[in-house]
Nanobody, 127 residues
Framework: QVQLVESGGGSVQAGGSLRLACAVS????????MGWFRQVPGKEREGVAR??????????IYRDSVKGRFTISQDSAKKTLYLQMNSLKPEDTAMYYC??????????????????WGQGTQVTVSS
């Protein structure tokens, strides 16, 4: 059974940092697109960062508002995806989800191309 489990969310003050983790199980951690998304109640889910797993090529992609502050990375041996979030802002407050897709055209603006989603982890940034 394919499963993604996020962890690492919490409450921090503006300027603080958090590292989210997404543990992957049930499928080989190679040649997949992995992404981090976030959603605020009443708003559409938005893509945050995207990366190809082992076997893929290309650089990570970020939404403009998090460039220079967030870093997506992975540990293929542990089959875990990470999102290091620095210089957090109140507008980063959201439920964060990791997701995966076999489609290489699954991008940040195409969340519907992602097949499997985790349950989410809440990030709250106070001013």
């Amino acid at each position: 059974q394919v499963q993604l489990v996020e962890s690492g969310g919490g409450s921090v003050q503006a300027g603080g940092s958090l590292r989210l983790a997404c543990a992957v199980s049930g499928f080989p951690y190679s040649n997949y697109v992995m992404g981090w998304f976030r959603q605020v109640p009443g708003k559409e889910r938005e893509g945050v960062a995207r990366i190809l797993t082992v076997g893929g090529s290309g650089k990570p992609i970020y939404r403009d508002s998090v460039k220079g502050r967030f870093t997506i990375s992975q540990d293929s041996a542990k089959k875990t995806l990470y999102l290091q979030m620095n210089s957090l802002k109140p507008e980063d407050t959201a439920m964060y989800y990791c997701a995966t897709s076999l489609r290489l055209d699954a991008t940040l603006v195409r969340p519907h191309f992602f097949d499997v989603w985790g349950q989410g982890t809440q990030v709250t940034v106070s001013s």
